[in-house]
């Protein structure tokens, strides 16, 4: 029998699409066990300055399709401070909590690793990120609607480059991770992908394009904001080796953490809100709850925040193969 009887969540760091369906799933999967549920605001931030509220069924209903986060996100210097982790500690001592669930990325779990050894509360993480660069999940809460995010968007930049026969430069999100720009590549048609955990080969991207030359309208070259010299310096040396070449570059920034996450990350964030709650009435304690080839599977925090290399070289074969 389990002697947890209160339990929070909170989201913390970046926000990502499907964080309120991960919310929704905790609290209501935290109510149909006999939990009382509780929220933090505001993230570790919240949690040192006692920004703590009881949490009911009600209070979680019509979110599961906005995207952000209804508990609202920070990142708290205090927090990575022992005083500022002891005040949050009281302040969950005020509501008796005796757990929590934290949905977030690596500073997130980094932080959470550091307070179960401090003060030996049980915390199971969930993946909470865009950039699906966390170890022991396949994909993160809110890839998805990321990628798909990207994918409208470059899709609509299509249209004018055909139209103008223009080659766009566009630039998403992926501060150490080329997975966004990946997937978002294949499934633009795009000519290019260059992301930071491969070298760049311009010669070869240089001489693929005067090849696909005289059967292109437009070409896309999609970078990562994590690759070493990101959008416009990309396009500057493409114009440099095509000056006929009508160059554009498009950042495509915010848009990209926003909007109604897609089904997947819906269905993500709600089976593994389930499994953060039962994790923990089961005793477990440190970990992340992630799906691994369809099942869930908890990984500890301190594996999930191994920056693994996911990215699959087939996939940037698959660019170059059908960039023809
Ligand atoms: P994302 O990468 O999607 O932005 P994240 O969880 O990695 O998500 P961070 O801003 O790195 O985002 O971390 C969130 C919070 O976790 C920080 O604001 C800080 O309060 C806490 N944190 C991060 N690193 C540590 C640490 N070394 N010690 C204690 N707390 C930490």
Redesign the pocket.
């Known amino acids: 029998m389990s002697h947890i009887k209160n339990i929070a969540v909170l989201t913390?760091?970046?926000d990502?699409p499907g964080m309120n369906a991960g919310i929704r799933a905790v609290i209501r999967s935290g109510i149909y066990h006999g939990m009382n549920m509780f929220g933090i605001r505001r993230?570790?931030?919240g949690m040192v300055q006692g920004d703590i509220m009881a949490m009911d069924a009600k209070s979680v209903a019509n979110i599961i399709q906005r995207g952000g986060t209804i508990l609202k996100t920070?990142?708290?210097?205090e927090?990575?401070t022992l005083e500022g982790?002891k005040q949050a500690y009281e302040n969950l001592k005020k509501h008796n909590i005796d757990a929590l669930v934290v949905i977030?990325?690596?500073?997130?779990?980094?932080?959470a690793s550091?307070f179960i050894e401090e003060f030996d509360i049980p915390i199971i993480g969930m993946p909470?990120?865009?950039?699906n660069d966390l170890n022991g999940t396949d994909f993160t809460i809110g890839y998805d609607t990321a990628i798909n995010t990207v994918v409208d968007a470059v899709d609509k930049i299509r249209d004018t480059a055909e139209s103008h026969d223009r080659l766009f430069v566009v630039e998403v999100m992926g501060r150490d991770s080329g997975l966004i720009a990946l997937r978002s590549g294949i499934s633009t048609g795009a000519e290019a992908v260059l992301i930071p955990e491969l070298e760049v080969d311009y010669d070869a991207i240089m001489k693929r394009l005067d090849k696909t030359r005289k059967n292109k309208a437009s070409r896309i070259i999609i970078v990562a904001e994590g690759d070493k010299e990101g959008g416009l310096v990309v396009a500057e040396k493409i114009k440099a080796n095509f000056p006929a070449y009508d160059v554009r570059v498009s950042i495509l920034g915010h848009i990209q953490r926003g909007g109604k996450p897609t089904c997947m990350d819906r269905v993500l964030a709600s089976r593994l809100g389930v499994a953060a709650i039962e994790g923990l009435l089961e005793g477990r304690k440190g970990e992340m709850a992630g799906l691994i080839c369809g099942n869930v599977q908890f990984t500890p925090f301190s594996k999930a925040i191994k920056h693994i290399d996911k990215i699959n070289t087939n996939l940037t074969r698959i660019v170059e193969i059908l960039s023809l």
Do not use: L, M, N, V
């Not at 920070?74 to 210097?77: I, K, L």
């Not at 977030?104 to 932080?111: A, L, R, W």
């Not at 909470?128 to 950039?131: A, E, L």
């Open positions: 913390s760091g970046g990502s993230g570790y931030d920070a990142r708290s210097e927090f990575k982790r977030g990325g690596d500073g997130t779990f980094t932080g550091k909470g990120t865009i950039d």
